[in-house]
C-alpha cells in the first residue's frame, strides 16, 4: 500500500519528537527520582519503556515507507540512538555513560518489536480464520 506523504512525514515527526524528549531528559543534570531501592528499579523502567516506545514508533514510521525488513532496522536504529544517547550523557555534568542502560534501551527496544510482532501474527491467524469459516459457511 502506498501511503500518502503527510502519513509518512507525521509518523516520521512522532518518532523524531519522542527522540528529542529523550534527548532532553538526557540533558539534564538530575532527574527526580524515588529515595532507596526504587531507585534502581526507576531507571531501567525509564530507559526500558523509553525505547520500547521509540521502538515501536520507528517501526510504524518505516512502515509508512514500505521498508523490507522494517522490525530489524527499527532495532538497529533505536539501539544507535540509545549508543548516541550514553555519549551524550558523558559529557553531560552529573550523568555518566552506562553500558548496562544501553543494554536495557536494547531490551526494551527488542521486546517491544516482538511483542507487537507476536500480536500481527496472532489477528492474521484470527482473521485468516474468521475468513475459512464465513467461506464455509456459504
Known amino acids: 500500500m502506498k501511503w500518502p506523504l503527510r502519513t509518512i512525514?507525521?509518523?516520521w515527526l512522532a518518532a523524531a519528537g519522542w527522540m528529542a524528549l529523550i534527548f532532553y531528559?538526557?540533558?539534564q543534570p538530575k532527574i527526580p527520582r524515588f529515595v532507596g531501592r526504587w531507585d534502581h528499579v526507576q531507571d531501567i523502567a525509564g530507559h526500558f519503556l523509553a525505547y520500547?516506545?521509540?521502538a515501536l514508533l520507528l517501526r510504524w514510521a518505516l512502515a509508512a515507507?514500505?521498508?523490507r525488513h522494517g522490525a530489524w532496522w527499527a532495532l538497529a536504529i533505536a539501539v544507535a540512538y540509545g549508543l548516541s544517547d550514553?555519549?551524550?550523557q558523558f559529557f553531560v555534568p552529573g550523568r555518566h555513560a552506562d553500558p548496562w542502560d544501553?543494554?536495557?534501551d536494547a531490551a526494551g527496544a527488542g521486546v517491544s518489536l516482538a511483542l507487537a510482532a507476536w500480536v500481527a501474527v496472532?489477528?492474521?491467524r484470527r482473521r485468516a480464520g474468521r475468513r475459512a469459516a464465513l467461506?464455509?459457511?456459504r
Do not use: I, K, Q, Y
Open 9 to 11: 512525514l507525521l509518523r
Open 25 to 27: 531528559v538526557s540533558a
Open 52 to 54: 520500547a516506545v521509540l
Open 65 to 67: 515507507t514500505g521498508a
Open 86 to 88: 550514553e555519549a551524550h
Open 102 to 104: 544501553l543494554l536495557t
Open 122 to 124: 496472532r489477528r492474521a
Open 135 to 137: 467461506a464455509g459457511s
